[in-house]
Nanobody, 121 residues
Framework: QVQLVESGGGLVQAGGSLSLSCTRS????????MGWYRQAPGNERELVAR???????DYADSVKGRFTISRDNAWNLVYLQMNNLNPEDTAVYYC???????????????WGQGTQVTVPS
């Protein structure tokens, strides 16, 4: 019913830039936050950047000043502009939404399938 599809991943040299996009289909009653997580081999999945319904823009310390998150006004699209990439950014990047499927029950985490970003050493 709800689907998140990422695009824009690929291989880029250190110091280069890459832009990720995520498109949502299906309805969500209310959205608390939307953004991006990443997971590298051997590591836990970590928050990269997030936009909350309260208007906050949150970034992991490791990407501050390099990555920029943005969205459309309808909360259907979320983007991640990544600049000055380094090998530590190599990971699978996942689009994420936390929201309520209806006015009843608990919130739900929605995940995309992930897109690979590779920055070779």
């Amino acid at each position: 019913q709800v689907q998140l599809v990422e695009s824009g991943g690929g291989l880029v040299q250190a110091g280069g830039s890459l832009s990720l996009s995520c498109t949502r289909s299906g309805s969500i009653f209310a959205i608390n936050a939307m953004g991006w997580y990443r997971q590298a081999p051997g590591n836990e999945r970590e928050l990269v950047a997030r936009i909350t319904s309260g208007g906050s823009y949150d970034y992991a310390d490791s990407v501050k000043g390099r990555f920029t998150i943005s969205r459309d006004n309808a909360w259907n699209l979320v983007y991640l502009q990544m600049n000055n990439l380094n090998p530590e950014d190599t990971a699978v990047y996942y689009c994420h939404i936390r929201g309520y499927p209806s006015h009843l029950g608990p919130p739900t985490d929605y995940w995309g399938q992930g897109t690979q970003v590779t920055v070779p050493s």
